[in-house]
Nanobody, 118 residues
Framework: QVQLVESGGGLVQVGDSLRLSCAAS????????MGWFRQAPGKERDFVGNISRGGGITNYADSVKGRFTISRDNAKNTAYLQMNSLKPEDTAVYHC???????????WGQGTQVTVSS
């Protein structure tokens, strides 16, 4: 069992930056690949990106590639989502999730709201 808690969301202006954190407790954090997802009001949840267990491999959705960076610190049991050049369309609730070796996301955080105002 892994408990995930996101933090760092807020209200920002277009072009600003934010860094979200995902703190994990419970079973060993380093066992899991970590993903970030977002859900805007009235829309389906979208994949933002993920990071391998050791942190050496990352993947991103086209919509955030070049602007967002995912990292992790296994010693601190924390994953991060650095978001730069934010746009109004980035407004959403952002969730982190722990991915099993089978590929399914087993554990989810409660989410943190990011609002980008123009």
């Amino acid at each position: 069992q892994v408990q995930l808690v996101e933090s760092g969301g807020g209200l920002v202006q277009v072009g600003d930056s934010l860094r979200l954190s995902c703190a994990a407790s419970g079973h060993s954090f380093s066992f899991y690949e970590m993903g970030w997802f977002r859900q805007a009001p009235g829309k389906e949840r979208d994949f933002v990106g993920n990071i391998s267990r050791g942190g050496g491999i990352t993947n991103y959705a086209d919509s955030v590639k070049g602007r967002f960076t995912i990292s992790r610190d296994n010693a601190k049991n924390t994953a991060y989502l650095q978001m730069n050049s934010l746009k109004p369309e980035d407004t959403a609730v952002y969730h982190c999730a722990a991915q099993s070796s089978r590929g399914d996301y087993l554990y989810w955080g409660q989410g943190t709201q990011v609002t980008v105002s123009s």
